[in-house]
């Protein structure tokens, strides 16, 4: 079951909670990805507020939505750059993206094998992709009160054998959101600290977010997904500036959003 998109922006725009999860794992990718220049990367799910620091860097910057959430136009300060899409048909050539960032999109996905094979078609051969997921041991996977208390959590190791199973290869892994889930002031004011001792103790199994890097493997896994070339041009790249239309709640409410 997908969030909706005004639930997700919600949490991450307007709650303090969710403006500390968007700082950690902002943190934690650009750890991982210090520098995407020249590359063409796109964020599948509801990866807008971790693609925003990478916008100046990368060649082309993509937002892909899922059509059960919703999309809505992003950034609010500039042409459009999201895309609702199909999970399993994305408007795109084989290979086209250098790296794909995946977030509130797999552990929610009704067929997350065919999720990842359309990743998998969309990612060029030795490209990099990252999935984020809930914590099956985190207090985050817990609570309903945050996005990450929906869908399937996982731990490392189901993680990483899901991903292998796909055509991707594990090369690092790890962790966020040390603080608690909590929307308390208290809780708020120690959350940088949290944040900060989890990491510098490896408590991973204690985080309420899994961050697996991948890189594609060179042979091709089996495919559900798209088997031909996109039929309709990806109309964000030829200079779109509003979004396609949209399902659900996003849809209806017409807002912009960073």
Request: with cysteine.
């Amino acid at each position: 079951m997908h969030i909706d998109a005004v639930d997700l922006r919600s949490f991450y725009y307007r709650t303090r909670l969710g403006r500390v999860a968007q700082q950690a794992l902002r943190a934690a990718l650009r750890d991982l990805w210090p520098d995407v220049r020249g590359a063409t990367l796109a964020g599948y799910g509801f990866a807008a507020p971790f693609l925003r620091p990478f916008m100046g860097e990368a060649q082309r910057t993509l937002c892909l939505m899922p059509a059960q959430q919703g999309a809505f136009h992003w950034p609010v300060d500039g042409p459009n750059r999201s895309v609702l899409v199909e999970e399993r048909n994305w408007p795109v050539n084989a290979g086209f993206f250098d790296r794909i960032l995946v977030v509130h999109g797999l552990e929610t996905s009704e067929r997350p094998g065919a999720l990842l094979e359309e990743v998998n078609r969309c990612l060029a051969p030795g490209g990099k992709a990252i999935f984020i997921a809930p914590n099956r041991t985190g207090l985050w996977a817990r609570r309903d009160a945050t996005p990450f208390g929906y869908g399937r959590p996982y731990s490392v190791g189901q993680l990483e054998r899901q991903l292998q199973e796909h055509g991707f290869e594990p090369e690092r892994h790890t962790a966020a959101l040390y603080c608690a889930p909590s929307h308390k002031a208290f809780w708020l004011r120690t959350a940088r600290m949290a944040e900060r001792t989890g990491r510098s103790f490896g408590a991973q199994r204690l985080a309420g977010a899994i961050i697996v890097e991948t890189t594609k493997l060179a042979f091709a896994a089996p495919r559900s997904g798209s088997k031909v070339a996109a039929r309709t041009p990806l109309a964000v790249l030829e200079g779109l500036t509003g979004p396609k239309p949209a399902a659900g709640r996003a849809a209806r409410a017409g807002f912009l959003q960073r």
